[in-house]
């Protein structure tokens, strides 16, 4: 075969671009010098048969060769000068021989241990051997919120003046795969600009590792999961928030959430595609919330049993952007028990309800906390149903009082242009309702209701990992201790995307 300088050039070309890269050369240990990555593509060349043994020693020995030079006539005689089209650039793989690219590229696979690809996780490196695999992934949220601040729960939140508000609501960094074995699993999440009050403490803004864990999942009937994470108690709390199908989550999600907590669960599915097929959790866990050790003794318990009624399993996540072929459902009931300071949970840690005493006066076992949800879940041709039903019973051990919470919501979403078709596809309109009954926060003997009712407009750009969404919210209280009805709208906009 003869080989003009033209195209070795290119041939080197689509090798350093392979293969110079910092972290490739690395692994190959290749040397950075032209010189070495001329040699690396010839001796290529020689074992394919490409180039004579005669042709190899003077391309090595003048790596620059014009097209005079090449032995064996191989040059382009002056009738017949080169063309444009016989010159590709530098790097440029046009007009070499299949067969010489394909060995490149099997050359280069078999040398590099490990394959880099991106995947709706992020970014992903795992080892040939498929002993490793990570994934790392950045997710970001831009919102407007017409009325800055959490949802309304007390009068004053009604009628004292808010403003609105543009803010970076959470920018995270997701690290997740697998090690040794792909049934050897861990995951990280980590906050990286919360955001803040411009009165609250600095450190209110800093980074926080929100979850770790790893799961031994060798067999679906039982698998183990250690270290901190969203318990499993409901579907609203643990579908990551940017797998939501509103803005943000119901007015429940505050009062009923158990939230992070570090402990130990068994988990598992079982009869697996069948009318029968099940998920189970069990769990014991130090009851304080994110990051917190354990200061009393007593675990938090709690437990899950989900019939997947058809036969088939529901992703912990919202909307039916995936276009669900076979119609898909849940139903499931969970419950937990804790006692300590808290009677409430968010992602800042241990907490306590309007009108409890707050946690850094309370004895260290003040309350016993017993909750119970039900819930219902069910997708089907871009059509989206959640339901849920808690209950919740908070006993002061110190006071002697015992209260009762009680909430709901349900919320159902549609691709209308399954129904439609001049309604543009990546559109999805969805409504939900909610209701609190809780404690007064003056006298806990009188109870207060609240309701949310909310309409969303979604636009998938790229699924969940690029969307915007704005919704619209009627929030209402009616306070008994007060005797005073209030109300107030509320609008919102935000994008969500993920690398």
């Given at each position: 075969?003869?080989?003009?300088?033209?195209?070795?050039?290119?041939?080197?070309?689509?090798?350093?671009?392979?293969?110079?890269?910092?972290?490739?050369?690395?692994?190959?240990?290749?040397?950075?010098?032209?010189?070495?990555?001329?040699?690396?593509?010839?001796?290529?060349?020689?074992?394919?048969?490409?180039?004579?043994?005669?042709?190899?020693?003077?391309?090595?020995?003048?790596?620059?060769?014009?097209?005079?030079?090449?032995?064996?006539?191989?040059?382009?005689?002056?009738?017949?000068?080169?063309?444009?089209?016989?010159?590709?650039?530098?790097?440029?793989?046009?007009?070499?021989?299949?067969?010489?690219?394909?060995?490149?590229?099997?050359?280069?696979?078999?040398?590099?241990?490990?394959?880099?690809?991106?995947?709706?996780?992020?970014?992903?490196?795992?080892?040939?051997?498929?002993?490793?695999?990570?994934?790392?992934?950045?997710?970001?949220?831009?919102?407007?919120?017409?009325?800055?601040?959490?949802?309304?729960?007390?009068v004053r939140n009604f009628t004292d003046p808010?403003?609105?508000?543009?803010?970076?609501?959470?920018?995270?960094?997701?690290?997740?795969?697998?090690?040794?074995?792909?049934?050897?699993?861990?995951?990280?999440?980590?906050?990286?600009?919360?955001?803040?009050?411009?009165?609250?403490?600095?450190?209110?803004?800093?980074?926080?590792?929100?979850?770790?864990?790893?799961?031994?999942?060798?067999?679906?009937?039982?698998?183990?999961?250690?270290?901190?994470?969203?318990?499993?108690?409901?579907?609203?709390?643990?579908?990551?928030?940017?797998?939501?199908?509103?803005?943000?989550?119901?007015?429940?999600?505050?009062?009923?959430?158990?939230?992070?907590?570090?402990?130990?669960?068994?988990r598992g599915r079982v009869l697996k595609d069948?009318?029968?097929?099940?998920?189970?959790?069990?769990?014991?866990?130090?009851?304080?919330?994110?990051?917190?050790?354990?200061?009393?003794?007593?675990?938090?318990?709690?437990?899950?049993?989900?019939?997947?009624?058809?036969?088939?399993?529901?992703?912990?996540?919202?909307?039916?952007?995936?276009?669900?072929?076979?119609?898909?459902?849940?139903?499931?009931?969970?419950?937990?028990?804790?006692?300590?300071?808290?009677?409430?949970?968010?992602?800042?840690?241990?907490?306590?309800?309007?009108?409890?005493?707050?946690?850094?006066?309370?004895?260290?076992?003040?309350?016993?906390?017993?909750?119970?949800?039900?819930?219902?879940?069910?997708?089907?041709?871009?059509?989206?149903?959640?339901?849920?039903?808690?209950?919740?019973?908070?006993?002061?051990?110190?006071?002697?009082?015992?209260?009762?919470?009680?909430?709901?919501?349900?919320?159902?979403?549609?691709?209308?242009?399954?129904?439609?078709?001049?309604?543009?596809?990546?559109?999805?309109?969805?409504?939900?309702?909610?209701?609190?009954?809780?404690?007064?926060?003056?006298?806990?003997?009188?109870?207060?209701?609240?309701?949310?009712?909310?309409?969303?407009?979604?636009?998938?750009?790229?699924?969940?990992?690029?969307?915007?969404?704005?919704?619209?919210?009627?929030?209402?209280?009616?306070?008994?201790?007060?005797?005073?009805?209030?109300?107030?709208?509320?609008?919102?906009?935000?994008?969500?995307?993920?690398?």
């Open positions: 075969m003869k080989i003009t300088a033209n195209k070795y050039r290119s041939i080197c070309g689509r090798l350093c671009q392979l293969c110079v890269t910092g972290l490739f050369a690395g692994i190959l240990g290749l040397q950075t010098q032209a010189q070495a990555a001329d040699k690396a593509l010839l001796d290529i060349l020689l074992d394919n048969g490409a180039i004579t043994a005669e042709q190899y020693e003077q391309l090595l020995a003048k790596p620059e060769l014009s097209s005079a030079d090449v032995l064996g006539g191989g040059a382009e005689s002056e009738s017949s000068p080169a063309t444009a089209a016989d010159s590709p650039e530098p790097g440029s793989a046009a007009g070499l021989d299949p067969a010489i690219t394909a060995e490149i590229d099997r050359a280069i696979d078999e040398k590099l241990p490990v394959k880099a690809s991106y995947t709706d996780k992020g970014f992903r490196l795992e080892t040939r051997d498929g002993r490793f695999q990570t994934n790392l992934q950045w997710r970001a949220q831009w919102r407007y919120n017409s009325i800055e601040g959490p949802d309304p729960r007390q808010r403003t609105s508000n543009f803010e970076a609501r959470r920018l995270r960094m997701k690290i997740g795969g697998y090690g040794y074995q792909p049934w050897l699993k861990y995951y990280f999440e980590v906050d990286l600009q919360p955001s803040r009050e411009v009165d609250d403490d600095s450190a209110d803004g800093s980074a926080r590792v929100f979850d770790w864990r790893i799961d031994i999942t060798k067999w679906d009937w039982a698998s183990l999961r250690v270290g901190q994470w969203k318990i499993d108690l409901n579907r609203e709390r643990v579908d990551s928030s940017g797998r939501q199908q509103f803005v943000e989550r119901s007015i429940v999600n505050r009062i009923f959430t158990i939230d992070r907590q570090v402990g130990i669960q068994l069948t009318p029968a097929e099940f998920r189970y959790y069990v769990g014991a866990f130090n009851g304080e919330g994110r990051g917190v050790a354990n200061p009393d003794g007593n675990a938090m318990w709690m437990g899950r049993l989900q019939w997947n009624f058809l036969g088939r399993d529901l992703e912990w996540r919202q909307t039916d952007v995936e276009y669900t072929e076979l119609p898909t459902g849940s139903l499931a009931f969970a419950g937990s028990t804790n006692t300590g300071k808290c009677t409430r949970w968010s992602s800042e840690g241990c907490g306590n309800l309007d009108g409890f005493t707050p946690v850094g006066s309370a004895d260290p076992d003040q309350f016993k906390v017993d909750q119970t949800v039900q819930e219902l879940a069910f997708k089907w041709r871009g059509f989206s149903l959640q339901q849920e039903y808690h209950r919740k019973i908070v006993a002061d051990r110190t006071q002697l009082t015992k209260n009762s919470l009680t909430g709901g919501y349900i919320q159902s979403g549609y691709f209308f242009h399954y129904l439609l078709e001049p309604v543009p596809k990546p559109l999805e309109l969805a409504m939900r309702y909610a209701f609190v009954d809780e404690p007064n926060a003056t006298d806990r003997n009188l109870e207060n209701e609240r309701n949310e009712f909310s309409l969303v407009a979604n636009w998938f750009f790229s699924g969940h990992n690029n969307k915007l969404t704005l919704d619209y919210s009627y929030l209402t209280l009616n306070d008994r201790f007060l005797n005073q009805r209030e109300a107030e709208n509320r609008m919102r906009l935000q994008w969500d995307i993920s690398f």
